[in-house]
């Protein structure tokens, strides 16, 4: 079954090539990676472009202007031409089993629609831990005020559950977490509890703040004022506390804390006999 990977990228020359050799390396081998640009400024296109040059399963989209996340993967989904869809970060790095072992997940759940996987922490070239998440719909819901816990970078689903709940081009952050609120009526999620990507977590504290109005936005349309409310006083709450980034990361060996780094810096599994 063929997998569209949709990637939009900004001025990603940093990280893009390990992201995208993450995809060209995976075990499932019939696959399409629909490289987005947004207006990007700096030798992003060049990067992609030649590794397009290397592998026809990259395909570069996009144009010189920025039109937003949102938009982006829109155009991605109108593009792709896989019976499944999936999502990446050009910042992120994905485990080579990962398409393989959701795709399986999703075969294999009849009832589901979308299904997410626990993503290996990373920042300042470090693997900090595992962030795990809920794996049934009822369990994911439960909390859905505080956000709905899946992520976004590590998504796959099917390609008309995609072009039937688009993304809201309006909202410049947290864009996921409104459609996933918005989609959860008439859907059925789950999440592997297997790491299967490296995921660099926002670090800036200014696009932290606007995701976290997006998100009281999306909470507010979707769960109304109160949850919109809870979730605000949370928010003050933890913003005044000096956060551990290992806080609510399982712990990983060394031998893992390597494999991961490498994955996230080349973006090739060192050992593809090991788990984590």
């Known amino acids: 079954m063929k997998i569209s990977v949709l990637m939009p990228f900004q001025d990603a020359e940093a990280t893009i090539e390990a992201a995208l ?5 995976q075990s499932h081998r019939d696959l399409e990676v629909l490289a987005i640009d947004d207006g990007s400024r700096d030798s992003s296109r060049t990067r992609v472009t030649a590794l397009a040059r290397e592998d026809d399963r990259v395909r570069m989209l996009g144009d010189e202007r920025r039109r937003g996340l ?3 993967l829109n155009e991605g989904i109108d593009a792709a031409t896989g019976e499944l869809v999936s999502r ?7 485990h080579p089993e990962r398409l393989s072992a959701q795709a399986a997940a999703l075969a294999s759940g009849a009832s589901l629609d979308l299904i997410g996987a626990a993503v290996v922490v990373i920042r300042d070239g470090e693997a900090l831990g595992v962030r795990r998440f809920p794996r049934d719909h009822a369990s994911i ?3 859905a005020w505080r956000g709905v816990p899946m992520a976004h970078p590590c998504l796959l689903g099917r390609a008309e559950w995609f072009r039937g709940h688009r993304y809201d081009e309006h909202l410049p952050r947290a864009q996921d977490q409104e459609l996933l609120l918005r989609a959860a009526p008439h859907s059925r999620y789950g999440n592997l509890v297997r790491p299967l990507l490296a995921y660099r977590e926002p670090t800036n504290e200014a696009a932290r703040s606007e995701s976290r109005r997006c998100r009281r936005i999306a909470v507010r349309r979707h769960r109304g004022a109160v949850a919109a409310m809870m ?5 003050s709450v933890a913003s005044r506390r000096s956060r551990d980034p290992r806080r609510g990361l399982e712990p990983l060996s060394e031998t893992e804390q390597a494999a991961w780094r490498t994955l996230a810096r080349s973006g090739r599994w060192p050992d593809p006999d090991s788990q984590s």
């Not at 979730?231 to 928010?235: G, M, P, Q, V």
């Open 70 to 72: 949102s938009a982006r």
């Open 21 to 25: 050799r993450s995809l060209l390396l």
């Open 231 to 235: 979730l605000s006083l949370r928010d």
């Open 141 to 143: 819901m439960a909390s």
């Open 88 to 94: 990446m970060d050009a910042d992120d790095a994905a």
